[in-house]
């Protein structure tokens, strides 16, 4: 760190980077970052001047580098809506920190939103430092309060969060992301717990997301946008996006995915077009080395954003600005975005309100989950890609890729990478979770997810599942050591739950996330997050003195046990060296043993 300072200091020196007032500036991260391709699309015609009262901070700085802080952000947005009957802000949760987490919501509606019109949701900042999304939204506020787009709100509502983490959005620095150009402050990509919220909306750990999922519930949204910014390798895009089921790939909402498909990517690609700027299908290079080894769509995972949509029935999209690209290129892409999707909305919401519906009367019975990339290309695809060399670095001693910023003219045509489920679980009629654990039933809840609540004991005829080879994972994740468990054993058992369990019915549009989040085997569900892992500990033993003679009766009196117990000595050497493992293995066959070691606590009823 020593050698590098004096680097950062000078680069710091060329630009007030750390006040947090706009200024003019020589971008910092330019000293070492690939060149920009030039820029200078229609949507340029979107800036205010900044001699506009309403001009953001974001159009008053002349470099058009700079995102506000949390301050002075919801200072603005105040003074907007003491401004303007179209806007209200609305608080609807508490960080860590103790910072309100707000939305704004832009309506012709009053107080309450009509039901009638489609909601678009949203949300930037869960990745503090990609805040596209906030200056684009404040821009597009302000243009439907005072410059001629307040018919955008004829037919459609809209609500941004404009900063998700806000606690995250406050630890700012010119040194949070090295890997994009701009804002010249950045916030940070954590929450100040150190939790990543675009890995929550499964297990809904922390605050932010468990409020999110609250203002979801409350506004139904038609369709929700999650505004972030890229990592990894140069191309030519400055505006890509994705969703699960794009491209007919299996979907877990087929309908939602068909309407994005169909009617929503290709007049969202047109308007981004029109307006100067490159969209393209969100892809994730497959080899950091060789950006030629192909594409893949980043797995279908439900705690991200667009994977926990597709389960949910809520039509989402995750937007990926591309890192490299000037901010104020990503900020207008971004506003331009926002301002098609409410058109679309306002034109072809009832048909996506209709895709909504048939998707939640789905009930498959067969449910794939834990999905990999797979290891053949689906397909070939043709990508925009920019010119770069390798050179032989003296720092890493190998072979380094240098972007050039230079549009390459012909097409790279690359192999494509789907996503394939490696588990598929069966539907049971319903979970009962048992009164000990409010927490896992208080998730549930949060997630909307209905319930029976016992108000007296019920005894019922269940499956409960034994976990034969549980794996505690070698180091956390998301603050939780996770578990994974291969085979599990059914048990059909007689059980009494006391008063203050839950029945979780599989039957309802939330069901499959029901399903995802309590087998144990699904890479989703609280099991694996480690939630579980009392069930783990066995809490009764037997000495050697007791178990040996016992287990020599055992042998003596079961020709079968005997058998079984000679050929697992014939084909395992080491269990026939280790003693005490011969003598658990007779012990875990007495009804001395911990019935419930392994037995995984929640409750599965089937047919």
Not at 31 to 54: E, H, I
Not at 96 to 111: H, L, M, Q
Not at 241 to 265: C, H, M, Q, T
Not at 306 to 332: C, D, M, Y
Request: hydrophobic share 40%; aromatic share 10%.
């Amino acid at each position: 760190m020593r050698a590098l300072l004096p680097i950062l200091l000078t680069l710091s020196l060329a630009s007030p980077a750390m006040s947090q007032s706009p200024s003019p500036v020589a971008p910092w991260d330019q000293a070492f970052l690939p060149p920009a391709p030039a820029w200078n699309g229609a949507s340029r015609a979107l800036l205010r001047p900044a001699s506009d009262p309403w001009a953001t901070d974001f159009e008053r700085d002349p470099e058009l580098d700079f995102s506000p802080d949390y301050a002075a952000t919801r200072a603005w947005f105040e003074r907007l809506d003491a401004a303007s009957e179209l806007i209200r802000l609305e608080v609807f949760g508490t960080s860590p920190e103790g910072r309100d987490i707000f939305a704004v919501i832009a309506s012709k509606d009053g107080a309450t939103l009509d039901p009638a019109k489609p909601v678009l949701l949203v949300q930037a900042g869960i990745h503090p430092g990609e805040i596209d999304g906030k200056d684009a939204g404040m821009m597009l506020l302000r243009d439907m309060a005072f410059y001629g787009r307040d018919g955008l709100l004829d037919r459609v509502n809209l609500i941004l969060v404009p900063i998700l983490s806000v606690d995250g959005h406050e630890r700012a620095s010119p040194y949070s992301r090295p890997n994009q150009r701009g804002p010249r402050i950045q916030g940070w990509r954590n929450t100040a717990t150190n939790q990543n919220l675009n890995r929550d909306y499964m297990k809904l750990d922390q605050a932010e997301m468990r409020a999110m999922r609250g203002l979801i519930l409350k506004y139904r949204p038609d369709l929700y946008l999650d505004v972030h910014v890229t990592d990894g390798m140069d191309y030519q895009y400055d505006v890509t996006y994705g969703f699960n089921g794009e491209n007919g790939v299996w979907s877990r909402s087929p309908a939602i995915a068909r309407w994005l498909d169909n009617r929503y990517k290709p007049d969202l690609n047109a308007a981004l077009e029109t307006q100067g700027h490159i969209p393209g299908e969100l892809v994730f290079g497959i080899d950091d080395a060789n950006p030629r080894a192909g594409l893949s769509d980043g797995g279908l995972g439900e705690r991200f954003s667009n994977g926990w949509g597709a389960a949910a029935r809520v039509p989402t999209v995750l937007i990926e600005n591309h890192s490299l690209k000037p901010f104020a290129q990503r900020v207008l892409g971004t506003y331009v975005l926002m301002e098609t999707s409410l058109r679309l909305l306002a034109e072809r919401g009832a048909e996506l309100r209709q895709a909504v519906a048939e998707d939640s009367a789905l009930r498959l019975q067969a449910i794939p989950a834990n999905f990999t990339t797979d290891p053949e290309p689906a397909y070939r695809r043709s990508f925009r890609g920019i010119r770069y060399e390798t050179y032989l670095s003296p720092a890493s001693g190998r072979e380094e890729i240098r972007w050039l910023g230079e549009p390459d003219p012909e097409p790279w045509d690359l192999p494509f990478y789907g996503s394939r489920p490696t588990l598929t679980l069966t539907r049971p009629e319903a979970y009962w979770v048992p009164a000990h654990r409010p927490d896992i039933i208080e998730r549930l809840r949060l997630h909307g997810i209905a319930m029976e609540v016992l108000d007296a004991p019920r005894t019922v005829e269940i499956e409960m599942l034994r976990l034969v080879d549980p794996q505690v994972s070698g180091r956390s994740n998301e603050g939780h050591v996770p578990v994974t468990v291969r085979t599990v054993t059914p048990e059909r058992r007689s059980w009494t739950f006391p008063a203050g369990s839950a029945r979780v019915s599989t039957d309802q549009p939330l069901g499959d996330v029901a399903v995802l989040l309590l087998e144990p085997q699904s890479s989703e569900s609280f099991f694996a997050w480690g939630m579980f892992t009392e069930v783990l500990n066995r809490v009764e033993y037997i000495e050697g003195y007791a178990i040996a003679p016992l287990a020599e009766r055992m042998l003596a009196a079961d020709p079968a046990l005997r058998a079984e117990f000679e050929a697992k000595l014939a084909a395992e050497p080491a269990f026939a060296a280790d003693g005490d493992a011969r003598l658990q293995w007779f012990y875990a066959r007495t009804p001395f043993h911990d019935d419930r070691f392994r037995l995984y606590p929640v409750g599965r009823e089937t047919r």
